[in-house]
């Protein structure tokens, strides 16, 4: 057999609790054997378009050139379109619902060549009810699609231009200080911002700390390149593997220690050199480094 | 190599966090590498046979044809059996315990052909303790069987009608009232009944609108098509995508407002069309929708 | 093309929530398509390198001959070395970072031929920053030893026995009682001890019964071969799979229901045969099995 993709990289809000994420790889197995499923993660919060989005982003540049399932469809049985976006001159496609899932990620690897909505008559299985789109229609799209079904086929061409946007912010300076958002809280309590190392030096030129300031409280937090760096009660700013920087903590969680979310705001400014030794709330233990 | 099947599907409760699944998933590919496995789902509560069995039918129409190894064992060590399950004239075998966790789905592809119980002395890895029959008996028999060693190899044939059957209970309409049951609590706080729409259409013809009766609560349900269809706080009834209804609300959990859990019994009743306007506790919102 | 290895056995302690795990196999997958991933567990709670250690040893036995890449990394972008390590005359090579994590496996195969620390330059994937090891050093390495690539190009050797051990504590015959500890919880609450039937035995000849002291109770617990054999509230000694001794209830949690940990001490005594029918706290239903 002759495939024109052999991965089926996947994304979605199903968990793997119940049963959903097995019986799509079931289907996409059952309809053609030679391609692989690669997980990147089910455990999106439930309806949560905007958390999907990023973590599809996050992982665009390293996922294999092939077809992108992601679904995360609070309105699945409703009017929004499913879609199929190529990117990359052809390298890969993604499928899923237009209600802004995809676009962080199409926009990372340089934007949509074409997109087309699915519609064809002949895309969906047939099933009991409406809520399963991605059994019904998003996973046969895209195993049709690694079988080589041209783009043209599967519905009619939309403008790029009129997808759903994805929402992201950006971090600007006002004022001298820096409005940054927490993007993302990972698995080990790290406080992704969506702020580059340029960002932090148009804040405070060689700036090795930062003040930060939350709702309640206000923090100063050290520049270092590896979480090990860090003592022990002292808050990081490490650029991560994104290269973004995180506020962080040495083996602990900087989302429950600062009680902080994804979404939530926080305001980096510069430390005024003579304020270095004034007291904050940070205590900075000046023992050696624990473990 | 010539397989009989090159594929097992593969539903436990040994859930994610320990090494259960990976050393099942390594024997099996350290016995045959050519045989791949299709995690239905692992995170069946711990010990819940019926959870397993109902999981195992609503994934049993989408599966690969192959083997299917489905392990929920409270009894593992005891003298249950372990038995491989034909079905469909030799498209798939299910292998696991005889304790009612392979009965629904059974029952739902048309019944077991034949059944063999486990018990030819050289199926079993020799093992530590009897407590992991996933690892040392089932994985192995699935294997073989993707091998293509014949049944009548693995031990003395049972009569299909003494397998332990599963516990589904049937929604039953009495004194115009349908007494129902849930099913199953999805990831999203769907809960599925055991009512489908012919059910419904006994009920009342046509109601686009009934009463749902709890142990301390009334509410009114309405039949859609889609989550977002639903008003802000209206509880639906969709047809879920395996053909049952289930009570819904629009990107909320209905099982944390309801306060319901699988295996509670709801009760269904008509709508009188003058009690449409009856001051009932669900809060219909006149207002568009939200998102 | 010819593999050396066609098998990743991946163990970490990135969970399942984001997306590490599914953007490492995409590396993987981008390298080298014929290499196929195992997933030992990705649960391993955070920066647990005794637990994910452990996890690793139960399951060395039964892992495909291969490369097996380990990840529980709290020291990730410091001084700790990446290390490959060859067991069984070339058969295996774990790969992962020099903090104890590989040590307890390693040492259940039979020690290590040869250990290479991961320094040569041209190993590692470009990348955002220094904190996601997995996807940019120890992947790509893991995928080049499945390709052939010798270990001798992956940096310079080093002694074996200078690598950091793991932490194993064994149980010990004290005045007449057994100093033991919960090596492990799993996910039915049973509690793996560091003891083996041989140290029972030596403890008492043939006790079918022994004392446990915990912090704040004493309970007496049976000898059994089968969960399903316990009474209802009986506590059970069951040699579990890995062919430990494991407290144990039949269908619950013996770590709720003790209030134990992994890691937390327990002390067995052979209980005097006058004492059999003594008031302790475990209460004895002498009514049939439930279920």
């Not at 024109?4 to 197995?29: H, M, N």
């Not at 379109?81 to 209600?99: F, T």
């Not at 996973?139 to 599967?154: D, F």
Request: with cysteine; aromatic share 4%.
């Amino acid at each position: 057999m002759d495939l024109r993709f052999d991965t089926i990289s996947f994304l979605s809000d199903y968990g793997l609790a119940d049963e959903f994420v097995g019986v799509v790889k079931s289907v996409i197995r059952s309809m053609e054997p030679d391609v692989a499923v690669v997980d990147i993660t089910h455990d999106i919060p439930a309806h949560d378009v905007r958390a999907g989005g990023l973590a599809l982003a996050r992982a665009a540049q390293y996922l294999v050139p092939g077809v992108v399932l992601a679904v995360v469809d609070p309105g699945v049985g409703t009017a929004r379109k499913g879609i199929a976006v190529e990117v990359g001159d052809g390298q890969s496609i993604l499928v899923g619902p237009d209600n802004g899932l995809l676009a962080p990620a199409v926009g990372l690897v340089g934007g949509a060549s074409r997109v087309v909505s699915l519609e064809a008559p002949d895309l969906r299985l047939p099933s009991g009810g409406a809520t399963f789109d991605g059994r019904d229609l998003f996973a046969p799209v895209a195993v049709q699609l690694c079988a080589g079904r041209p783009l043209g086929e599967l519905g009619p061409d939309i403008d790029p231009a009129l997808l759903q946007p994805g929402l992201m912010s950006l971090a600007e300076i006002d004022d001298g200080v820096l409005n940054a958002q927490v993007l993302w809280v990972d698995r080990f309590g790290n406080l992704q911002l969506n702020v580059g190392p340029d960002d932090l030096e148009s804040l405070a030129a060689d700036a090795e700390r930062v003040r930060v300031r939350l709702d309640d409280d206000t923090r100063v937090a050290r520049r270092v390149d590896a979480f090990g760096e860090l003592r022990r009660t002292e808050l990081g700013l490490v650029l991560d593997s994104y290269g973004l920087l995180a506020l962080a903590l040495d083996q602990r969680s900087a989302a429950e220690e600062l009680r902080l979310a994804a979404g939530d705001g926080v305001i980096l400014e510069p430390l005024d050199d003579d304020n270095v030794g004034a007291p904050v709330s940070t205590q900075v233990t000046l023992g050696e480094r624990h473990a």
